[in-house]
């Protein structure tokens, strides 16, 4: 195990964080208050160990995937328990337990809140909570793959550990290149959406944090109704980007290089959209008789459909209240997700397929025993070792979810309470329903129930196994067989 190599990659984390930090520090001079100074007390820490961690360069800088996974889930937890220092040092989130519960909340863009009242946090405390979903709407690592020069497959092994999704390929021959042109995509869509709700009236303060929020999917609200206060206008331009931000990033650089066919030919993509559609139209007719009218119905029906299939979380209504076919719906969203190769949370519309069809194929296997059928995904055969793959990771997502239900139910809450927190949680997404409706915040758990509410949202931003193979005990006993062979040397 190259030990030093994810050594340097952490202190690079950390010095990446240390500069973002730099951004609620500005706002605290533009605001005047003095909670910047532990924003900058936090960066400077930060700077000072990652330039302490990168002092001396790997010799040997050749990085496979069991390193890779590694690398990803200790940056995730790196950045969550440095980046909710400052909440400590302010004193506006005094919990230990809190103040990481609402960072990793952040980083892994769920936008599961412990605040019950928002809007008494400082503008700069507000600005690095929204901020944390940006940077791990892409991620932060996705990021390192243009600085960090590493060889032996190591790009594409760190990109396959954090990019959401059953696969991730290349755009242009080299990751490098494409990691550049997925960050350019990810920060030309963010500056639109900022741009356009400048447009509708919204302050820059609350554009920038409803802009970040949902580039990353992420959700946190600056406001404690989210976007009930906003204009139908403004609701309508974060419904939009909210679906946008949901598509494979594919589907943009194809349309940025005029592959219009191409693009529009995705099949996960017409799949995506086509669920859209379908449940906008069902809820639509629902709570039609329960809204103001026609445009007041479509408009909270397409915001709640679009805040929950992109994992999200915004919300105009309080869903909570709607009926049991819609609710049911939304939570049936909640697994779904967005589009592989995006910034959206859940199991992914691109893995929903596949099993289903593999469903389909083992139904026509029985029925013509001797038929040989190829599964087929955007005009092009799946590999076995795909779709094995994708069975694997379904497995161990109910396994996860079944087990984090169970660990919770202690306390004695009602099912639903309990069923959707881990699926708001495990899926990216943030609020559920009942005692963690939209309305509510997830304050009332237990320090215990947290740690395993955060390890989901961890599980569920990573795609599950590079967090497993973290704890998995070969990969420490691995480690300590080197550290002995090392001190023998």
Not at 214 to 235: E, R, V
Not at 371 to 381: A, Q, T
Not at 480 to 488: A, F, G, S, T, V
Request: hydrophobic letters at 50%.
């Amino acid at each position: 195990m190259n030990t030093s190599m994810i050594r340097f990659i952490l202190g690079y984390v950390l010095k990446i964080e240390a500069v973002l930090m730099l951004l609620p520090c500005l706002v605290a001079v533009i605001y005047r208050e003095p909670e910047g100074v532990s924003y900058l007390i936090t960066a400077a820490f930060c700077i000072l160990l990652g330039v302490l961690m990168t002092w001396k360069k790997p010799k040997n800088s050749i990085f496979y995937l069991k390193e890779g996974c590694i690398a990803t889930s200790l940056s995730w937890i790196f950045l969550s328990i440095f980046g909710c220092l400052p909440f400590l040092f302010t004193g506006e989130i005094p919990s230990v337990t809190d103040a990481l519960f609402e960072t990793i909340s952040g980083f892994t863009t769920t936008g599961a809140s412990i605040l019950s009242d928002v809007e008494a946090l400082s503008h700069c405390s507000l600005l690095w909570r929204s901020f944390t979903h940006w940077i791990g709407g892409m991620g932060v690592l996705v990021f390192l793959l243009a600085v960090i020069p590493m060889s032996g497959g190591s790009h594409i092994n760190l990109m396959r550990a954090e990019s959401p999704g059953p696969s991730v390929g290349k755009l242009v021959p080299k990751i490098r290149y494409t990691a550049r042109i997925l960050y350019l995509i990810y920060l030309g869509l963010t500056l639109l959406e900022v741009f356009l709700l400048l447009a509708g009236g919204m302050t820059l303060f609350d554009a920038l944090n409803t802009g970040f929020a949902t580039a990353g999917t992420g959700g946190f609200g600056i406001k404690n109704d989210s976007l009930a206060s906003y204009s139908p206008y403004l609701q309508w331009v974060v419904t939009i980007f909210m679906i946008l931000f949901g598509i494979n990033f594919n589907a943009f650089y194809l349309l940025l290089y005029r592959k219009f066919r191409k693009a529009l030919c995705m099949e996960e993509v017409r799949y995506y959209l086509l669920i859209i559609v379908a449940a906008v139209g069902i809820i639509f007719f629902d709570i039609l008789d329960t809204t103001a009218g026609v445009f007041d119905a479509l408009t909270h029906a397409s915001f709640q459909v679009a805040s929950i299939i992109t994992t999200t979380g915004f919300s105009t209504v309080d869903f909570n209240l709607w009926s049991q076919s819609c609710k049911s719906i939304l939570v049936l969203l909640m697994f779904v997700g967005a589009c592989a190769g995006s910034t959206g949370g859940g199991i992914k519309v691109s893995r929903i397929v596949i099993l289903i069809k593999t469903v389909a194929k083992e139904l026509t296997s029985y029925i013509h025993p001797k038929s040989i059928k190829k599964i087929k995904f955007e005009k092009k055969p799946v590999e076995h070792e795909v779709v094995r793959s994708i069975n694997v990771y379904f497995i161990t997502f109910m396994i996860l979810f079944s087990a984090s239900v169970f660990a919770i139910s202690f306390e004695g809450r009602d099912l639903i309470t309990n069923f959707t927190a881990v699926a708001a949680t495990i899926n990216n997404i943030g609020p559920g329903l009942e005692l963690v409706g939209p309305s509510c915040n997830f304050s009332i758990f237990s320090p215990f129930s947290k740690y395993v509410l955060m390890f989901d949202m961890l599980a569920g931003r990573l795609e599950l196994f590079p967090l497993l193979i973290l704890v998995h005990p070969v990969i420490w006993k691995d480690f300590l067989l080197q550290k002995r062979k090392k001190k023998k040397i």
